[in-house]
Nanobody
Framework: RLVQSTGGLVQNGGSLTLSCVAS????????VAWFRQVPGKERQGVAY??????????ADSVKGRFTIFRGNAQNTNSINLQMTDLKPEDTAYYYC??????????????WGPGAQVTVSS
C-alpha cells in the first residue's frame, strides 16, 4: 500500500512537498505518478516518472513549477512531489499512484488515500 503525507494550506506563490511511502513492495520497479481531483471534475494526471528510463512527464499547467522525484532523506522507497509557485487553481485533492505496467496516466495498481492541498489567494 501507499501511505501518503498530509496536504496543507498554502498562500498564493508558496511551496509544498507531498510524499508517499510504499509499504510491502519496492517502488523501483514501478512507474509512479501524482494525480489531483477537484469536486465535480475528472481526476487529472499531474506528474509521472517511468520505471524504465526515469523519464518524467508533467501536465502543461504545472510544468516548471512541480517536480516529481523518487526517494527522500527520510525514506528511499517513496514518491515525492515538490510544488512551487502554487496558485489557487492548484487547489485539489492529490493522490500518489504506482503501477508495474502503467502508461503515464493509466494502469495504476496502487493508490494513496489522498490529501487536500488548498492554495489561498
Amino acid at each position: 500500500r501507499l501511505v501518503q503525507s498530509t496536504g496543507g494550506l498554502v498562500q498564493n506563490g508558496g511551496s509544498l512537498t507531498l510524499s508517499c511511502v510504499a509499504s510491502g513492495f519496492r517502488l523501483d520497479y514501478y512507474a509512479v505518478a501524482w494525480f489531483r481531483q477537484v469536486p465535480g471534475k475528472e481526476r487529472q494526471g499531474v506528474a509521472y516518472i517511468s520505471s524504465l528510463d526515469g523519464s518524467s512527464n508533467y501536465a502543461d499547467s504545472v510544468k516548471g513549477r512541480f517536480t516529481i522525484f523518487r526517494g527522500n532523506a527520510q525514506n528511499t522507497n517513496s514518491i515525492n512531489l515538490q510544488m512551487t509557485d502554487l496558485k489557487p487553481e492548484d487547489t485539489a485533492y492529490y493522490y500518489c499512484a504506482a503501477g508495474l505496467r502503467a502508461s503515464i496516466w493509466d494502469g495504476y495498481d496502487y493508490w494513496g488515500p489522498g490529501a487536500q492541498v488548498t492554495v489561498s489567494s
